[in-house]
C-alpha cells in the first residue's frame, strides 16, 4: 500500500525514480509524486492517477539533480488529488517526506502544531508527520537526523519513510516501523524503495529495515541505528531476482502472464521438497519446528483474501491426512478478538507478500501467546518471514498482478506438502496414499499446461457472460475454498458481484437469486460428493439459472445437465484445487479484459495491505 523510492548517487535522479515507481505502482495508483534537489533547491512535482499521468506533467520541465524521492499513493487519509498527492512538504519548506503507513495519532499533533501556528494544505497524516519534524527541528535546533528521530518517538502508527531536509541536501534520511523498506547498496550510490523490485535492475546487494530502525544515507555511506540511537551493523544481502521476472514478458497483463506461469511456480515451489523416488517430503524450514508440529493440538492459519482460501484448502487437506483439528482464521479477526491461544497451538500465517499489516500483528500477538509461529511466503526478507521462526516460501516468483494467481496455486502446493508430512509424521496416512499423492503432485505441471491451451474456450464463455451483474460459485469439501477464490477473482478484477458458497448451502438462501440470467459457476469434478453436486445442478437448472460447470474431461452426466461445461484433466480429489482453479482464473481475466477494466490494477485495490 503505497510504494515509495529514492535514490542518491551520481546519476540523474528522475529516470531511477519514474521506473522505480512504475515497478512499484501495484501498491497504489491513486496519486504520484516525485521531488528532487539540484543545487540546493527542491523541484516537486505530483498529480492525481497513475505514474504516466506524472510522467505526462514533468515532460516538458527540466528536470535535476542526482538526489531524489518518489511516491505512488493508495490513499487512506484525504482524497486523491493532486494536493493529498506525496511528496508533502513542511510549512517553512525545510523537509519533504513520502510515507507509506498510517499516522494513528495525527490529530492530536495535528493540534499541537496549529496552537503553535502551523497550518495544512492537504488532509494528509503525512503533512503533520513532515510539520512534527519541521517544528522539531526549528525549535530544538537540532540535526535533520535528530528531529526526524525525536518525531518519530512522538508517533502511534505505522511507516516507511523518506525525508529530505532542504538544509542538509546530501543526505536521504529513511525509517521504518510496520511499513516495509529495503536499501539498495550500489557504487557510491544507494536506492531506497518499499521492495527490491525498482532496485534489482540496479544492484541485487539489499538491506531490509528492521521496525523502529532508521539509515542516513550519502552517496558514499550508510549509517544505520535504531530510533533510539543505538548504533547497528548493516547486513547486506544478495538478492536472487532476475530483472525478466518483474516484467511483462510479451503478456498483455501480469496477470495473464502470472496464470501461465502456473506450471512453472508450482513446479518451482515442490521441486527439492518433494521426491518420487523415494517418495518423500522435505520440508527444511520447518526442521526446527517438527517437534512442536508432532505434538501440536491444534494448528490455526490466519491469513486474508487469496491466501485466507489457500488457508481453507490447507484446512482440508490437513485434517483429512493428519487428523489434527485445524481452524482458519480471518487475520483481521483473528487478532482483535481475544482468541484462546496456548503453546501448544501451531500458528501458520499465510501471505504472498509477507506484509499485509494484520497478518503480521496476528503472527505477533500469537507469539506474545506463547504459540508457535510457521510463515508461508512468497517474498523473500519480507516482514513476515522476519516475525516467524520456521517457514517455507512459495517459490512463485514476483506476482505484480493485483489479483493474485500463482501464489494461490504455489501456497496450495506448500500446504498439501505440509499435509502430506504431517499426516506422515503422526502415522496417519499409509505409506500407498502418501506415494500416491506424490506421483499424482509431480504430474499436476503438465495438466495445467493442458489446461491453458484451452484458453479460447475460457475466452468465448467468457464472452457470452461479459455483462452479467451477478454470479454464483459453487463447490463442495476442498473445492468449496475455490469457489470462493473463484469469485474474488471476477469480483475484484471486473467488478461484476459474485459470491461463493459451499453448494449445499445454495438452499438455504442463495438459491432465491436464482433466475434466467443468473450465471452459476459450479466446480463439479468426481469425488465422493460428486452426485450431491449433480442434484445442486438440477436444482439451478430447475430454476432456469445458467450453469457454467466445472468437470473431468468426459464427463457426459454433467455435459446433458450444464450450458457450458469447461474440462479439467483427472486428478486426486484433494490435488483438485491446483486445476480447478486454471479456468476460473482465466474466466474472470477475460470478462474482465472484455470490459475494458485495468485487470493488474483493479479499482480502489493495491496489491500489498500495509495498513489495517
Ligand atoms: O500478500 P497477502 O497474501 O497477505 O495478501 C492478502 C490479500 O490482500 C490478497 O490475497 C488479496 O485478497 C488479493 N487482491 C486477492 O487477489
Known sequence: MCGIVGYIGNKDAYPILINGLKRLEYRGYDSAGIALIDNNKAQVYKKQGKVSELEKETATKKITGNIGIGHTRWATHGLPNDINAHPHMSMNGKFIVIHNGIIENYARLQKKLCDRGYSFTSETDTEILANTIEYIYLKG?????????????????????????????????????????????????????????????????????????IAVVTKNELSLKTITNDALIPMIQELN?????????????FMLKEIYEQPKSINDTFRGRASQNPPEIYLGGLYNVFDKLDEAERIIIVACGTSWHAGLVGEYLIEEFARIPVEVEYASEFRYRNPIISKNDVIIAV????????????????????????????????????????GVYTHAGPEIGVASTKAFSAQVTVLTMISLLLGKRRKKLSEKTYTTLIKELYKIPDKIT????????????????????????????????????????????????????????????PIALIDENMPVVIIATKDHSYEKVVSNIQEVKARKGIIIAVVNEGDTTIAKLADHVLEVPETLPELAPLTTIIPLQLFSYYIAVMRGCNVDQPRNLAKSVTVE
Not at 241 to 253: P, R
Open 351 to 390: 501471505s504472498q507478500s509477507g506484509e499485509t499489516a494484520d497478518t503480521i500483528a496476528a503472527v505477533k500477538m500469537a507469539r506474545e501467546l506463547g504459540a508457535t509461529v510457521i510463515g508461508i511466503c512468497n517474498v523473500v526478507g519480507s516482514s513476515l518471514t522476519r516475525e516467524t521462526e520456521a
Open 450 to 509: 493442458q489446461l491453458l491451451s484451452q484458453n479460447e474456450t475460457y475466452k468465448h464463455v467468457a464472452s457470452l457472460y461479459k455483462d452479467a451483474t451477478n454470479c454464483i460459485y459453487l463447490g463442495r469439501g476442498v473445492l468449496f475454498p475455490v469457489a470462493l477464490e473463484g469469485a474474488l477473482k471476477l469480483k475484484e478484477i471486473s467488478y461484476i458481484h459474485a459470491e461463493g458458497y459451499p453448494a449445499a448451502e445454495m438452499k438455504h438462501g
Open 241 to 253: 531476482l532476475d530483472i525478466e521476472e518483474i516484467e511483462k514478458g510479451g503478456y498483455d497483463h
Open 141 to 213: 535546533k537540532v540535526s535533520a537526523e535528530l528531529a526526524v528521530r525525536l518525531a518519530l518517538t512522538k508517533i502511534i502508527g505505522a511507516y516507511g519513510l523518506v525525508v529530505i531536509c532542504i538544509d542538509e541536501p546530501n543526505q536521504l534520511i529513511a525509517a521504518r516501523n510496520g511499513s516495509p523498506l529495503v536499501i539498495g547498496v550500489g557504487e557510491k550510490e544507494y536506492f531506497i524503495a518499499s521492495d527490491a523490485t525498482p532496485i534489482i535492475e540496479h544492484t541485487n546487494r539489499i538491506i531490509y529495515l528492521n521496525d523502529k530502525e
